[in-house]
């Protein structure tokens, strides 16, 4: 909970994305909730430097199993299958829980971080009992191997892409441009689509919950699949997001695209890059 008070930037996002999904809640709703998003986040990460030093056996007995049929149909399919995820609950543990407990590796798409140190300590996490992970630029090549090889492949498709070939679905009852990377995947190789998430339990527990494969559209029209089937999967994971709400990683500009007068620094970027273009402009 220090972290609510200390770090004023994100406490702003956060009530600000609360307060723009939720209009009806009142002042005090989003205030306890916002706690309880800083409140979740502290405890992953304490979680996952706990973990960190775990041994597989540590990890199966850490994590309960919720949808096991559905799990065994993803890693017993030889043609492969798709995981998608978002940034809720303990979503480190899941992935790593995961493979694990088919004694299997995954491949991950993973958007490097800055900090070379910490990116490095988190690859080392992810990858120790055998996972393999892409960095999220240039994924598709190495993504369409890994299918073709019968792997099962991980993404968290619940934050805004930074290309421009994003597609308009809704989410929470606004609208957010998300990657149709998966959609045209599934597509294209005829593999299942399995929600997955590893929320955490009122006690503490955390609990791996993979639902069953999402129904996909296919039809002769495939830019109205991509659009439709990567709605069907936004929606998957705002069904998550409304019923473990604190447990999500609402930080996040998730609606800065259409949305950009949310978030008062974007805007101060947006009138400086505009200043900057009309000085150039103004050059002889």
Not at 6 to 32: A, C, E, M, Y
Not at 110 to 125: A, G, K, T, Y
């Amino acid at each position: 909970m220090l972290a609510y008070f200390l770090d004023g930037r994100h406490r702003s996002i956060v009530n600000t994305n609360l307060k723009f999904t939720n209009p009806l809640w009142s002042r005090g709703t989003i205030r306890q909730l916002a706690g309880q998003v800083f409140q979740n986040l502290g405890a992953t990460f304490f979680s996952i430097l706990q973990i960190s030093c775990f041994t597989r056996r540590q990890i199966l007995d850490a994590v309960k199993v919720r949808g096991e049929d559905n799990v065994l149909k993803a890693f017993e399919n030889s043609g492969g299958a798709i995981v998608i995820s978002a940034h809720l609950g303990n979503w480190e543990m899941g992935l790593l829980f995961c493979s694990c407990y088919m004694k299997q590796p995954m491949v991950l798409v993973v958007r490097p971080i800055e900090f070379r140190v910490i990116d490095r300590w988190l690859n080392r996490f992810r990858t120790r009992f055998g996972n393999v992970t892409i960095n999220k630029k240039n994924a598709l090549p190495h993504l369409k191997q890994a299918l073709r090889q019968g792997s099962v492949v991980g993404l968290m498709i619940d934050q805004e892409p930074k290309h421009k070939d994003g597609v308009d679905v809704d989410f929470m009852g606004r609208t957010v441009s998300t990657t149709p990377a998966v959609a045209l995947m599934a597509r294209r190789y005829g593999v299942p689509v399995f929600p997955t998430y590893c929320i955490r339990e009122k006690n503490g527990d955390l609990t791996f919950v993979m639902e069953p494969p999402l129904n996909l559209q296919k039809t002769a029209d495939i830019k109205s699949d991509l659009q439709a089937n990567t709605q069907t999967m936004t929606h998957a994971i705002e069904k998550a997001v409304r019923a473990y709400p604190d447990q999500w990683f609402w930080c996040h500009k998730r609606w800065k695209k259409y949305y950009p007068h949310l978030y008062k620094d974007l805007l101060v970027r947006q009138k400086r890059r505009a200043k900057k273009r009309a000085m150039r402009m103004a050059k002889p």
